[in-house]
């Protein structure tokens, strides 16, 4: 009895914890069949919602192969905010499809008790009784009985205890092993909640973000469409003026790299910087990017970039552009600890990286981040393989909604502004950021 009540305490805990803010459960108004009936509920309706959002990724694609306009950029934020609101409604129903599978697994665990309490009582009655005969040797029962088919059936008696002894042991053993399955599939389950939970939260988050962004947006063009090219002029010509500094400086960074501190080109080494489940949504782009992996621009345009895939040495884009709906969470590649954060846009007419991110890691890379709408983390945290940096946006230097997903050697990158260096004048001279030497640029390709 004590450890059925430890199970079902422990049940009972997993339920009060994980399913806070969740409608309560109560297992005295639904039974085992009504549950197994919820739950091909939820599933259908689970089903039900990614085909909703991959109808919503399907009109997103055909927005991005459309001239940019003012119209397309709040209809792409509409489109995805519902997308959003789409992905919380899935979290929700697999967050109640856990719930109920937790229900069952009570149900299971309760009847597997009664079977061991039940394989107990037998066991403990084979036992008493083969007590109580063992008191009597066979011999002695034989030379007892009246007849030949007494000493016979005395025989068969105490055969068939052994027997029931070793089938009653056998039952109890394979009824405990299969408890102990059912409390680890509970514990998975509540595993499972937990970062369904986290999901959640965040996406509710991102939510927020596209909301504030689009309000922002229609404050600075004032819901004019000539104010939202004139916008995106002023943001080509201040970054060409930008990158005409930014070159200058990475040509005189005295920074030797040593390309023996830096990993063999291998994919793998990083992961993508999104949750698996919205890598997924990126397989619908392949046809309009000609990728599964919703990346605008490549890595680098030399001929060395093209010999030489791993590092960058001359003109071209020094990253790795993905395409993704503002407020998407924007996941550390790997583990390491954030080297700093900033946000250009803090300094008037610098249209640059906008809110970045910068990370480092134990094995000679470091990961930039950026044109984020929102940071989660501080310089000097540690950070897991996973977890969210950001949101993804259009701060800084971006026509559109993408993160600008940077690998550095992280001998060669430092944090400075190009005024410190080479008292540039231009906006963006006082703007905090990140800047290497050309050979430290990687490809990020190389590595994912």
Known sequence: ??????VLSFLFLTLLVVGRDITPLVYAQ?????????MAERSNQIKDLEAEIASFQKQLNTLAGQKQTLQSAIKTLDISRSQLQAQINLTEKKISAANLKLEQLGFEIMDKEEVIELDRKTLAKSIRTMSTAGDVSLIEQLFAAD????AWEAADQMSALN????TNMSVLAEAKDDLKDQEQEVNATQQELIGLRTTLTTEKKGLD?????????????????????????????????FEAELSALEDSLNVAVDSSRIPSAGSGILRWPFSDAFMQ?????????GNSFCITQYFGTTAFSTQN??????????????????????QAALAGTVLDTGNTDAIPGCYSFGKWVVVKHANGLATLYAHLSNIQVSPGQAVSTGSVVGYSGMTGYATGPHLHFGVYASQGIQIMTLAAYRGATTPCANAKKPVAPKEAYLNPMSYL
């Open 30 to 38: 639904a039974t085992p069949e009504q549950i197994k009936s919820q």
């Open 1 to 6: 009895m004590m450890q059925r009540v430890l």
């Open 209 to 241: 973000i596209n909301r504030q962004e689009q309000q922002k947006l229609l404050a600075q063009t004032q819901s004019k469409e000539s104010e939202y090219q004139a916008l995106i002029a002023l943001k080509q010509q201040q970054r060409k003026q």
């Open 147 to 150: 007849t030949l088919s007494e």
């Open 163 to 166: 027997q029931a002894l070793r």
């Open 309 to 330: 895939p791993q590092v960058y040495n001359g003109g071209g884009h020094n990253a790795v552009d993905f395409g993704v709906p503002i407020g998407t969470p924007v």
């Open 281 to 289: 949504t990126c397989k619908g782009k392949a046809g309009a990017l």
